[in-house]
């Protein structure tokens, strides 16, 4: 198995019908379901480039119709005002200051190209007719990802509602987890390690106490020596994946994320690798981080011995590879090795949540999302549309944003990346919720209620119609509000 990884993103401080089968063996998979892909793309926020003091004079000023228009309905606008090269942001903002009584300037001190003011309609047209001013726009407000994620399946109005995932856990089985990130103050309540060291591979385990396992506090840390290259954690996946589960709403954050008060089982199942063979095989270069199903394997029979006594909703599992299946896979030993695991964790009431990777078979899933017990989810971007890079397809149970996520990396900053990974736990996270809602519910029943609250999205997979739901916080919690109180 290998993890689709991604460029490292950004510091914030540095830019933010349960179906039986006849045997009796419960199948979670939606007749209507499409797929993703679990690859893990990295995707930094893309700004167009602001216009310069230095660029070329060119002639009258620049006004933005959107300000226009917006400033015909209101009093006042804030906005930016661009110079042209060479002229003085004190005498301009002096001038407008006495244009009119509407406008007042907010921001004169730090830069010598722009400043920052309120405009209104009489100023604006003054602006309009200043040689000195290049252009004037709207000073918009760019939401980070997460907010605009969590808004878009409506998971803040879930919590607003109480729903956040309290006394329940979600387990995250990645690359370890900044273990004093903010982001997760309090809300850590165990940590494992399965990391195997293999000299054929020029593999080496990432456990803290470099050994293949390791169990309890710190075990997870994905700031070992192990996880640096050139001076940064290279086992940032885990921490982001996390945060989009789990995080919390702190100083710096974007954002809640799904079940904010949700604890985090946080479990390193990743080894890193120096050989640059194998990693040329998963399509990178040296070192790189892949995860043996052995010790996935590991990892989900730890959780399932602590599932009970954790209140474990969930388990999210953003890796994988192969493919593309289009089919359930459980006929294939490689392919199906953690099925065996899978179907304990829903015994147990767990969801076993998988990406379905980021290849963009139209109609296919890596492994381990083609079993047929595993909660297989795709990725959409904030219009609801499905990633070009997510696999889909008929295997898919549910969509959830995934593209340019913001959430927690180590050295307690945020970034972005984008892919199935991302979208993956959300669901996740959603799980909590619902175990929260809904403590009586099968994990099977649950996701029942999930694509039938959801958002259903048709798209062509190979010819086929598919319709798959993405996730609605809101409306999948709604119906327990009355029955129960979830601040208890």
Known sequence: MRLYASREPVPASRLSALRSDPGGIVRLRSLLACATTLAVTSALLCVAPALSADSADTGDPIISPALVAEIQSKSSVRSIIQLKPGESVQAVASDLERASEGSRVLETAQS?????????????AKLKKDARVQSVYKDELSAPSLDVSTALIRSDRANDAGWTGRGTTVAVLDTGIDRDHPFFTGRLVDEACFSSSDAGDGTVSLCP?????????????????QCMVNGASACS??????????????????????????????IQVFSRVDNALVCSMGGGSAPCFLSYTSDQKLA?????????????????????????YSEACDANATAAAVKPD?????????????????NGFPNGVSSPACISTAITVGATDDRDVPATFSNRGTLLDLFAPGVDINSSVPNNVYGVKSGTSMAAPHVAGMFALMKQAYPNMTVAQSLQRL?????????DASGTQVRTARIDAERATAASAAGADPRV
């Open 112 to 124: 010598s190209h722009f400043f920052v003011a309120e405009l209104d309609k009489p100023t604006l």
């Open 451 to 459: 694509q039938a609250t959801g958002k259903g999205i048709t798209y």
């Open 209 to 225: 106490n470099n050994q293949p396992s390791q169990t309890g506090v710190g075990a997870a840390n994905a700031e070992t020596t």
């Open 237 to 266: 996946h885990g921490t982001h994946v996390a945060g989009i589960a789990a995080g919390r709403m702190t100083t710096g954050a974007p954002s809640d994320g799904v079940a904010p008060a949700a604890g985090v089982l946080a």
């Open 342 to 358: 899978f179907d304990a964790l829903i015994a147990l009431g767990v969801a076993p949540v998988v990406a379905a990777g980021n």
């Open 300 to 324: 989900l029979e730890y959780v399932a011995r602590v599932a009970r006594t954790l209140n474990v909703a969930s388990v999210n599992l953003s890796l994988g590879g192969g493919g593309p």
